[in-house]
């Protein structure tokens, strides 16, 4: 319950990063380079709020008792007429063309299949699994954005990232041989059925945020909302409510994952899609199972081994080499300056 109370007593903080990050899109008064930094600066606080979010959900599905398939069709449902609702209240609904239509369409697509083979990968293998499974899902938006933009740039920071998501499989604490061993038949056991599983949401999800970038100039509350009713309507008819828990724990969780975990994590997450570059998209998405595991630390008793907490400090690492702007190039130029400077001193 202690939880429940700090993220209420923390909605109020949430919302004044929104309305400070909505700052930063009127720049009259500014120019361009002062423009672009207020948004990446205001774009890397909404990226870590969502991701932060993100890493709490499991603890509210739990609490909610509610089958995972029911928990996916009201955070649509709830998250997607709240954020609808509010841009109405606020007049910032726009028209869509037929390119946005399209884009809006795949990226819902996109991201309604990912959740459903994510969650038939849970239950296929396990949440461990899939989870270090699902995070390879920056390579996939590195590897799209390489295509399509033709950056080169982009792979200075792939060893930074390859360091987080070795930091994301240590951190996990999963053996992974013994956990894609192979049946005495010769077929594949189901861990890696649902890692395979796992591994298609991973590029849906990466096709999805390259969608959610290609919608420029709409806001982020009309994409995630379309996108989210979208999802409620073709999940409707594989949720089963007959056995409803109208225990007020059920529901308070339920509301806070629409609500919070989806209207206003969304809103944040698709803000900071279009505002930062993918490298720091790529990165920053590493805190979720970071927040994840602190959670099973904090409200479940989980005792971390050194190669979690070793895990922990390379994600850390990562997101600081993202942040300060560090590649290997620089840092092996560096590490030569020093060597000089002792082989002068000696």
């Given amino acids: ?28 008064n500014l120019n361009h380079k002062q423009v672009d930094t207020m948004n990446s600066n205001s774009g890397k606080w909404q990226m870590v709020v969502a991701m932060t979010l993100s890493g709490t959900i499991g603890l509210f599905v ?40 399209k884009w809006l369409v795949l990226g819902a697509a996109a991201l309604i299949i990912n959740w459903l083979c994510l969650f038939s990968a849970y239950r296929l293998s396990s949440i461990s699994i899939a989870t270090v499974v699902y995070h390879v899902q920056p390579f996939f938006l590195l590897i ?19 360091l987080a998501f070795a930091g994301v499989v240590f951190s996990s604490g999963i053996n992974i041989q013994h956990a894609f061993l192979m049946e005495s038949d010769g077929h594949m056991n189901q861990a890696m059925a649902g ?28 994409i995630a909302g379309l996108q989210l009713l979208t999802g409620a309507v073709v999940l409707a008819p594989m949720a089963d409510l007959s056995g409803w828990n109208w225990h007020w724990q059920s529901w308070g969780s339920l509301l806070l994952l629409g609500f919070v975990h989806t209207g206003l994590m969304y809103k944040l997450m698709y803000d900071a899609f ?17 927040v994840a595991l602190l959670v ?28 300060r702007d560090w590649n290997l190039t620089m840092l092996m130029r560096t590490l030569n300056l020093k060597t000089e400077s002792n082989d002068e001193n000696s």
């Fill in 1 to 28: 319950m202690s939880f429940f109370c700090l993220l209420g007593n923390n909605l109020l903080y949430f919302m004044r990063i929104v309305e400070e990050c909505q700052l930063a899109d009127n720049g009259d």
């Fill in 62 to 101: 739990m609490a909610s008792g509610q089958p995972a398939i029911n928990v996916v069709l009201l955070r649509c449902l709830i998250g997607g007429l709240s954020l609808l609702a509010v841009l109405y209240w606020q007049g910032g609904w726009k028209d869509l063309n037929v390119r946005q239509v």
């Fill in 144 to 162: 799209l954005l390489a295509i399509t933009q033709k950056d080169g740039q982009i792979w200075r920071k792939l060893p930074f990232l390859l």
């Fill in 195 to 222: 890692a395979g599983l796992a591994l298609l949401a991973a590029l849906l999800y990466a096709f999805a945020t390259l969608a959610t970038r290609k919608l420029q100039g709409i806001a982020p509350a009309q």
């Fill in 274 to 290: 279009q505002k930062l570059p993918a490298v720091s998209i790529a990165t920053l998405s590493f805190i979720y199972p970071l």
């Fill in 296 to 323: 099973d630390v904090w409200f479940f008793s989980t005792v971390l081994s050194a190669v979690q907490l070793l895990g922990m400090a390379m994600i850390l690492i990562a997101m600081l080499a993202n942040q």
